[in-house]
Structure formats: C-alpha cells, structure tokens
C-alpha cells in the first residue's frame, strides 16, 4: 500500500515526497485511516516507527480546511528535543500547506513564544509545564483546540508530569479528536486513556520488545574498568554515530570528557547544560561533528538520529522498558543497528529480565587483548600495544576513580 491511497491532499503529499517517504510504515499504515476519519486512537509505538508522520499527515489534512490564525491541533510531548523534532517533522511534512506550527518549552524565553502565539499558528508542539505557564499568564488560547495529541505518554508519566497534563486537558473545551501515543500501558496510562478517548482504535505496532533490526551483545566488566572497555570498544567497532547511556548526569559529563581525552569527538547530553549547548550538542552529533553523544535516559528522550550505528548501555538501564527505549535509537526504520551492555555481576537481574522479553539469551562477549583483571588501584586504561597513550591517560583515571 502506498500513501497515495490515504487520499491525502496534494500539498502534503508534496512534504511527504520531499522527505522521500516512499512507503507508510507499519503504524502509519494503520493508523492514518482511523485517524482521517475522526476517531481517537492509542498508538502502542515506540520512536523509530514513523509515529510522528502517523498523526501528523492527518492532522494537517484535518487543519487545510477552517480557520487559519488560531490553535486548533495541541501536541504534548514530555521533552524539548521530542517536541522540536516533532514540530520539524510538521514543518517538512506540511511546507506546502500554510499551516503553521509553534514547539512551546521551557528553559528560553517566553517572549519569541508570545510573539509568535500572537501572530497566530494552527499548531503547536508544548511540554506541560511551559504551555499551563502560558495558559496562567493568559498569554495562550486553547479553546479553540479540535485535536489532542498526546506523544510518548508512559515517558510523560514517568517524568512527573500526569497531573500537568490532567490539568491541560481541563483547559480545553471544545469536543475533540484525542490520540495517545505510548510505547508502554502501564495501569496510569490505561487509565489515563480510559478517562480521555472516546472508542478509540488501538493500533500495536512492535509490542513492547526493542526492535528486531538491532542486535545485542553483552559486555561483562567491573564497574571501574568501564570507561577504558569502552574506549577500546570504540576504536574496535569503527562506529559512526554512536549513542552512549549513563545512569547520572556527572556520569555523562565525566565519561564525554574521558573520551575526549582518548581522542573521539564526543560530547555530553545531560540535564546540566543549558538549552543552546544542549542544542549545540544535539546538532553536532547530527551533522557528524561528534561521533559520540554521552547522555542520560532523560536527555536522550525521543532522539530520533537516524543514522545512529550503536548504542551502548554503559550503565545497564533501570527496567526493561528503559533497554526498550534505548535500544529504539538505533535500528530505525529498516536500518540496522548494535546494541552493546556493559555488565556488571549487580546487572545480573536485568539481564535475565530482559532474554525473558526477548525470548533469546544474549551473547556474551569479550573483548581480545582487553586487561579486565587490572586492578582498581592501577586503573589505568593501560593496554599493551598503545603505552604511550595509556600513559597520557592514567592521571584523569586518578583523579575521578571512586566518584559517582
Ligand atoms: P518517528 O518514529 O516518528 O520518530 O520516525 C522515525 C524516523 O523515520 C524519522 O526520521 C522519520 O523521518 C522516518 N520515517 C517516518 N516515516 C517514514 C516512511 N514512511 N519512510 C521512511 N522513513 C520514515
């Protein structure tokens, strides 16, 4: 099946072109139909489906028709970097349609996002806690708001913001198109989505196992030989573009800065940075000016980088659906990817946890010619064949061993 047979208008079948989509993905398949014709949905789907263009194409053939000038598509999403991908891939999608759309968040000024509200946009992308700042200074009119689009609910969820978005949800009046996107159904989602969609379609798409084109491999470590594995790791797999998780936020910023000293063009994604520099970091790392991005489950929300090679758990995530949401960054739609766990013996747990969801037992592998005996007190990084640059190493090891 192809797009034409959605009956999208022309002009957005000209965004669908210029982004070269040449065939709908699974959960576009399935739920633009539903969607055009008016009903609420929940969208079992994880990034990297194609979830944004999913609600976003008939959205914008909902918006073609009517007033111009006035807020009438809501999108919640629970990051900024979610947000603006979402409101880039309504631009691109929908250039030909003079539709407007506006991300709203926090941590920049509210007066461009004033401005460009009084000039009057049809769309707008918001994290819950800037938009009910704009709903309390009166400064945004949801009233006239047709379609809810609430993105990555499970994340919203788990990030605090359920009763932002209840409260949200009160400020809008108007009968309404509501859909509700979410990797997982945890009982608040269900809930959630029992209270707000009227018969809604739900369209599964993956369940909540990490994507099939990714493959998994275990790395077993001691904690304090992590960094020098993963440099070695790095050099070993001639990644391109590669997408480092770490527990804490410390953690990002000092193992960004141990693989800068190691010579990778690397950076850091962590709640510490302002909003420029984590823009900056984020374009850097698409254009390919940093090879590797080190970040939190936070910060990495919703990154949709679609030419990540690897991803690399370097502190093994919390629960299963957090490997799910990492691993979700590489292995993109029809692109293969690798995804490689550090392991420490205190991660035996979720390991077992998730061969369970994945119904397969990991390989464990090894790494040839790697010291992993050396002792805490001589961490090192050193390795035979490179003295020299081990050497130039060994202080920063010092230094910061035994912090975080
Ligand atoms: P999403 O799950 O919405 O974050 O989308 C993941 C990536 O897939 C984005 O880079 C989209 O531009 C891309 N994408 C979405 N739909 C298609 C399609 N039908 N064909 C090819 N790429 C797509």
């Not at 929908?94 to 004033?114: A, D, E, F, N």
């Not at 005996?373 to 990084?381: E, I, K, T």
């Amino acid at each position: 099946m192809s797009f034409e047979s959605f009956g999208l208008h022309p002009s957005i079948m000209d965004g669908v072109a210029a982004l070269k989509y040449v065939k709908p993905t699974p959960i576009q398949l399935q739920s633009i139909p539903p969607v055009m014709q008016g009903r609420d949905l929940i969208g079992l789907a994880q990034t990297g489906t194609g979830k944004t263009a999913a609600f976003a194409l008939p959205v914008l053939q909902r918006l073609l028709n009517g007033p111009r000038g006035r807020i009438r598509a809501l999108i919640i999403s629970p990051t900024r970097e979610l947000a603006e991908q979402i409101g880039e891939a309504i631009n691109a999608l929908g250039q030909r349609t003079g539709l407007k759309s506006l991300p709203i968040y926090g941590g920049v000024s509210m007066v461009h996002q004033v401005q460009r509200l009084r000039a009057g946009v049809e769309i707008v992308v918001a994290c819950p806690g800037r938009l009910l700042d704009h709903v309390w200074k009166g400064t945004i009119d949801l009233s006239q708001v047709e379609v809810l689009i609430i993105d990555e609910a499970d994340r919203m969820f788990d990030m605090g913001f359920m009763p932002d978005v209840r409260n949200i949800l009160r400020c809008l009046e108007k009968p309404r198109q509501t859909l509700l996107f979410s990797a997982t159904m945890p009982d608040d989602i269900r809930r959630l989505a029992r209270d707000i969609l009227k018969d809604p379609v739900t369209v599964q798409i993956g369940h909540t196992a990490p994507a099939k084109t990714v493959s998994h491999a275990l790395y077993p470590v001691k904690q304090h030989r992590k960094t020098s594995l993963l440099i070695e790791l790095l050099r070993d797999i001639e990644a391109d573009s590669v997408l480092v998780f770490t527990r804490t936020k410390h953690r990002a910023e000092r193992v960004a800065q141990q693989l800068k000293q190691a010579g990778y063009r690397a950076t850091s994604l962590q709640g510490n940075l302002s909003q420029p520099r984590r823009q900056a970091a984020l374009n850097g790392f698409r254009s390919g000016l940093y090879k590797v991005l080190v970040a939190t489950d936070v910060a990495a929300r919703g990154i949709d980088i679609l030419s990540i090679s690897h991803v690399v758990n370097y502190d093994m995530p919390e629960t299963i659906d957090g490997y799910t949401h990492r691993i979700g960054r590489t292995g993109r739609v029809e692109k293969n990817g690798d995804a490689l766990t550090l392991v420490t013996s205190a991660d035996a747990a979720m390991v077992q946890a998730i061969e369970r969801v994945l119904k397969a037992t990991l390989e464990r592998r090894t790494l040839k010619g790697f010291d992993y005996a050396l002792p805490v007190a001589d961490n090192s990084g050193r390795h035979p064949s490179h003295p020299q640059r081990q050497q130039r190493r060994r202080p920063v090891y010092r230094k910061r061993i035994g912090k975080n």
